[in-house]
């Protein structure tokens, strides 16, 4: 109880800064060139990771917003901030895949610095009053989508990824031929595969030894999981880049149970007549309220000291 109370005290505690910047907005309503409605009118959801933190933090965010006389919708927010870390992002696009061209988000991280979350907690005023008096910029990174199809009368489903899809057989190797264009390209036998986009090529993708891909690059990139090379399987042993209208099939040699993920989603299936893997017509948006270069990311979560 103690510990609210003091939570309730800072939320009334504003700085300075942030009460003039408050006021001004208060008294000269923004609208834009074509007349649309004030930005302060913006809906908005906030999604926390769930631990104390970031449930502390996020209530803040929210009350902030709300005294902006910004709208909170959790059915259809135009703006969706995720505060926790890139997992926390990936639940909140994952929520939202059927408004992907409705919505923006952005990420405050309370862990280690995401390639999707670059807000600090200490920056969380700064962030508000951005989102309530700038018209942000939009950036878009480009989706995975996944198609699998079933034997028999079973309809297929469709799913998106932001960073990756894997394959792997739920009892020893996998053992697919893969389609590239609608040409056989290879059989691969190995403990499986990783299909990923460009801003997932640092996950999964980097610790199979796969390349990171710049954001702005429309393709996704196909890496083997310990591929078995002799006399019978073959396979080409390097990831490849496939581009916006190439698409990738895997089709299963054997009626074997797979373990197929999408993103942190894991799918049991079973009679799979070919798994589908290319550039998804959606992409995700990013509300960009200041440069956030990929590579200084890059740097700085795996080679900065």
Known sequence: MRRCQKSAVKYRKRSRSYLKNRRRFERTPRRDENGRKEVGQMKFFVKSRGDDDSNLLTEKIRHYLLEFAMEESKESPEIVIS?????TLLEAFHQYTDRLDEIAFVGVHTGHLGFYADWQPDEVEKLVIHIAKTPFKVVEYP????????????????????NECTVKSMEGSVVMDIEIKGDAFETFRGDGLCISTPSGSTAYNKALGGAILHPSLSSIQLAEMASINNRVYRTIGSPLVLPQHHTCFMKPKYADQ???????????????????????????????????????????????E
């Not at 989706?143 to 932001?162: F, W």
């Not at 797979?258 to 992409?283: G, K, M």
């Open 83 to 87: 505060v926790g870390g890139d997992g």
């Open 258 to 304: 797979f373990r197929v993920t999408v993103d942190h989603y894991n799918l049991y299936e079973d009679n799979i007549q070919s798994i589908q893997c290319r550039v998804a017509d959606e992409r995700v948006r990013f509300a960009r309220f200041r440069p956030f270069p990929f590579w200084k990311r890059v740097k700085e979560s795996f080679i900065a």
């Open 143 to 162: 989706l995975l989508e996944v198609t699998i199809r079933h034997q028999g009368e079973r309809l297929s489903d469709r799913y998106l990824a932001l």
